[in-house]
């Protein structure tokens, strides 16, 4: 009897101490997505600046699905679509860098493995259609996917139109 009383007791107990750090440790592995999405994002956008187009798309998932302007883009076509923007950028603008990135709209969802963000960045450059140097503030929407134990993008574009319509399959 005895040994029946102290075997419920410590399952109560293990039972109690489980339910409070449940939430911590769910809190714990939210914070640690959260500074690996924000480490996707920066190595994305610094890569980006240095013209090093393949370890940004390093950061972008295979299954890539984005409707843009009512295209849906896989991977090979952001790819293509990537590199010739970014070309047309640096052609355009002199010394052109993003910094400052920052996530501050970040939303985990499901069991962990999805993720929405707004991305911000400033960026600047000389342009030489204009002759003068220019800044700005961007923001984009991006989905990411955690595919095994990492994070990727998946789609990736501006904040408008509306979420819905960037983000349908």
Known sequence: MERLSLFLLLVLLATQFSCKMAPVLAQEQEEANKLAIQEV????????SLGDYDSALKQTSPNFSCVINGETMDYSKHEVFFKNSMEQTYKRFIRFSQYNIETPNLDISGDGNKAVAVVGYDWKGFDSEVLM????????????????????ITCIGPVTPKPQQLFQP
């Open 41 to 48: 994002m920066k190595a994305f956008y610094e890569s980006t």
């Open 133 to 152: 140097d220019k800044s700005g503030h961007t923001k984009r929407l991006v989905r990411l996917t955690k595919e095994n134990g990492a994070w990727k």
